[in-house]
Structures are given as structure tokens and as C-alpha cells.
């Protein structure tokens, strides 16, 4: 397994040629480190939760040579120390493409066995084959739409002054939601859209200074797991919440979506994995 680096050093943005058989040293680690020091983290992590990746175009051989497809679903710890490049994720799945294996549990096995080497902490893996495919819903994340808001933009930069709530009113609790999240990729600016789902106990915080906020991330280079994390860090700093959790779910790229949660309060369970209509 390669060794944590750079961005900058990782296949996005380069002309790539797709193996067809199993390579897991496609998978290439980036350091979490680095970008949450940038936003004030050190030490003992001020949040827990998970990054839940999907994968929707997985498949492989059976060992008569037939296809087999499946939906494949990864649940990251946030405390791991690295996150994947989704490039390198995409063309290590891709791997399998012409990889015979005995069933789906061979499979499972060596995805668990080379993503958890790559994030470093144990990596949750679970496949949905054809015939559960069905089964499977579309849900809109639930809450007060800030969207809903007409206000007046100007700010497309991550400005977290923007951010208030006043600390004399009364403690509220509240689920805000907005469709209007959009970053680039931190390497070669292409976009990345997503929702946001914020919950939260404390002083009421001023929904349309929090919508030009998420909305300020328009022209923002970052990965999907560190706009989270900033979000939830800028957030806690300027409107100072008793408790939050910040969920955003993208749109995918190269048949991945990633979906982080952060969370601080220990009552709060992980969100459900349901596919938005945009997903």
C-alpha cells in the first residue's frame, strides 16, 4: 500500500489507464492531517462520524467468466488517518472488472482487507447484488429549507464571519437543509455538488447568514471530507452550538458519491444512507 502523500502526487487530473485486473496498489492515501491543522484541529478531534461512500458501478467475474454487478457501500471512520483519492478508489474497483472470483463474500473480503489498509482503520463493507436492487429508495434529507430564503450573494469564498447567532435568546433546537452546497476538487477544480443537513442545540443561528455561508463555498478547492470538517469547525466557533452535526451528501463523480457526517454529541446515531434524487 503506498504511503500518504500529496494531492498534488495522485492520479486525479492525469491521464490514467484502467486495469482490468485486481491492483490494489491503485489505492492512493492522503493524510488527514495536514488540512485539519489548516482549520485549527489538533490533538484529540473536537467531532466524531464517518464518511459513507457508495459505488455504483462494481463489478467482477464468477469463475465461468460471467459478470456479476453490485452496489457497494463503505462506511469510513472520521478518526482514520487518511482518506482515499476518489480517482484512485474509482480505478482500484475498476480492477475487478475482469477479475474472477468464487462469490460476492470474495469479494467483500478484499475490498475490507485493502481499504482498511489504505484509510488506515477498519473500513464497513457492504454489497446490494441485482436482486436487491429494488429495495432500494430515494429520500430527500429532512429539515427547515434555507433555500427558501431570497437574500442577495456576493461572497464565493468560505467566509465564516458570516456566520452569527445571537448567545442571550433562548437555546433552540433545530435541522436546517440546503441543496445549495457546491466546492471544486482541491487538484483540478471541477465542480462537486452536494446538500447539507445541519442540526444543532443552542442560540438560534441566523439562517440567511448560514445559507450565504454554504453558498460562500461556490468557488472553494477542497475535498468533499475537509468541507465538512470546516463547515462543522467555523459553525462551532462563531455560533458556538451546545451540540451540532453537519451531514452533506454529494452528487457522484466516476460512479462514487461520498456523504460525511460530523458529529459531537454522543446521543446522536449515524445518518441513514438513502440516495437523494440528485445521487
Known amino acids: 500500500m503506498s504511503t500518504p502523500t500529496t494531492p498534488e502526487a495522485s492520479p486525479l487530473g492525469k491521464p490514467s489507464t484502467y486495469q482490468t485486473q485486481y491492483q490494489p496498489s491503485l489505492l492512493f492515501p492522503i493524510a488527514r492531517l495536514g488540512k485539519r491543522e489548516e482549520i485549527g484541529i489538533s490533538g484529540t478531534l473536537p467531532f466524531f462520524g464517518v464518511d459513507i461512500w457508495n459505488a455504483y458501478e462494481v463489478s467482477w467475474l464468477n469463475l465461468r ?4 454487478v453490485a452496489i457497494a457501500t463503505f462506511t469510513v471512520p472520521a478518526d482514520s488517518p487518511n482518506i482515499v483519492e476518489s480517482k484512485s478508489f474509482k480505478l482500484y474497483l475498476n480492477s475487478f472488472n475482469q477479475t474472477k472470483l468464487a462469490d460476492a463474500d470474495a469479494l467483500l473480503q478484499l475490498l475490507r482487507q485493502d481499504l482498511s489498509a489504505g484509510f488506515g482503520a477498519p473500513v464497513h463493507v457492504t454489497l446490494t447484488t441485482a436482486e436487491g436492487f429494488s429495495g432500494l429508495k430515494l429520500q430527500e434529507p429532512q429539515g427547515l429549507l434555507l433555500d427558501r430564503l431570497d437574500i442577495e450573494v456576493d461572497q464565493y469564498q468560505p ?9 442571550n435568546q433562548v437555546v433552540i433546537e433545530e435541522t436546517l437543509v440546503s441543496h445549495l452546497l457546491k466546492s471544486n476538487c482541491l487538484v483540478t477544480g471541477q465542480p462537486d455538488w452536494g446538500s447539507v443537513q445541519i442540526h444543532y442545540v443552542g442560540a438560534a443561528i441566523d439562517q440567511e447568514s448560514l445559507l450565504k455561508y454554504l453558498i460562500s463555498f461556490r468557488d472553494h478547492n477542497e475535498f468533499h471530507e475537509q468541507c465538512v470538517e470546516r463547515i462543522f469547525m467555523d459553525i462551532m466557533r462563531n455560533c458556538a452550538p451546545q451540540k451540532l452535526s453537519v451531514y452533506a451528501r454529494y452528487t457522484r463523480r466516476g460512479g462514487l458519491d461520498i456523504n460525511p ?12 444512507n438513502c440516495r437523494q434524487a440528485r445521487q
Open 159 to 167: 467566509n465564516p464571519a458570516l456566520l452569527k447567532a445571537d448567545p
Open 65 to 68: 467468466g460471467k459478470p456479476q
Open 261 to 272: 457526517w460530523r458529529s459531537n454529541f454522543s446521543t446522536a446515531q449515524p445518518p441513514s
